[in-house]
């Protein structure tokens, strides 16, 4: 309830509602053309992942909508950061490829990304698909490959979950950040349009960052107290 | 323990609701600041680089965007709801009572 009333009040102010997205007309159509091929592969493989993987427990595909679900609710959350004065919000495919795995958080992140493109008009429709590949594809990748090496020191599952969420977060903004000084390399060099744009993006994505990686984690432990059995790296 | 409980939620529900209208009063008094990263960061770097960026093909005028805001939260809420208590307390109930 509480929850529901802390979105409910923020939703009330939708025009100050801004994502990390890249807006429409800030990519070249040859790069946007490359993003979008890009993330059609790695979706394309992932949806055969997730098939494969709900018809052999399909008990978890209740665990797909909730996680969609969560993945939608977080990514439209713009949150404060004092002193900094910008909001920002968090990226939750970590929390995704926590329950479901790579596919599933791939997937996940595709869906929210779609709906948030074609229903509230965030992110544009021709940076779709560099949007795509650094929030579902590149931060559950980061997400994914921090769990398998996580997983080998036996860490408690507060601590999986938190650097899961942090690392994917800030792997999420280093690849809009690249693509972006990639987008705007003519006359300037790459690397300090990419240095400008990370050195813009830390103070805000720092505690954003940690903020996720508290969610995932806080989540992690609640469910490993409960339904152990709905971590992916438990199965 | 049950009004320890209690002080506790309400006490982050006031927390809550301060921040929250805190945070919608500073937004509607001053219109620079916390901007998201796509304006401050994004929009403002292509920009100095002579890409201004554009409005969305699909933009929502006036009250449609609150509107389909407030709808697709409050429909993705509802289903996180009922799954995380389908998940964690009506299993816990069926494993006790041996069902």
Request: glycine share 10%.
């Amino acid at each position: 309830m509480l929850l529901g009333l802390f979105f409910m009040l923020n939703l009330l102010w939708p025009d100050y509602l801004y994502a990390m997205h890249i807006s429409e007309g800030i990519l070249p159509l040859s790069q946007a053309l490359f993003w979008f091929l890009l993330s059609v592969v790695v979706i394309g493989l992932a949806y055969f992942y997730l098939k494969k993987s709900l018809s052999e427990f399909p008990e978890r595909k209740a665990l797909f909508a909730f996680a969609t679900a969560l993945v939608f609710l977080l990514s439209c959350l713009p949150i404060p950061v004092p002193f900094v004065g910008t909001c920002s919000h968090p990226v939750g495919v970590s929390i995704a490829v926590m329950l479901l795995g790579l596919g599933g958080g791939i997937i996940s992140g595709f869906i929210v990304l779609l709906l948030q493109a074609f229903l509230l008009s965030h992110g544009g429709l021709s940076s779709l698909g560099a949007n795509i590949f650094s929030m579902a594809v590149v931060g559950s990748f980061t997400a994914f490959l921090s769990l398998i090496l996580l997983k080998r020191f036996s860490l408690s599952p507060f601590l999986i979950g938190l650097a899961m969420g942090i690392l994917s977060d800030w792997a999420t903004y280093l690849t809009t950040a690249f693509q972006l000084a990639l987008a705007l390399s003519g006359n300037t060099p790459l690397g300090s349009i990419l240095y400008k744009a990370l050195l813009a993006f830390l103070p805000t994505q720092i505690p954003i960052g940690l903020l996720e990686g508290l969610i995932a984690g806080g989540l992690a432990t609640a469910l490993a107290k409960r339904r152990k059995d709905l971590l992916i790296w438990e199965v | 323990m049950a009004l320890k409980r209690k002080l506790i939620t309400l006490f982050l529900s006031f927390s809550l609701i301060f921040f929250t209208l805190s945070l919608g009063l500073s937004l509607a008094t001053e219109e620079a600041k916390w901007q998201g990263l796509d304006e401050a960061v994004i929009g403002k770097i292509a920009s100095e680089h002579g890409r201004e960026p554009k409005e969305s093909f699909l933009a929502l005028e006036g009250d449609l965007e609150l509107f389909m805001f407030s709808l697709l939260s409050g429909l993705s809420g509802i289903v996180v709801g009922y799954y995380l208590r389908k998940f964690l307390v009506e299993h816990t109930h069926a494993s006790f009572s041996g069902k």
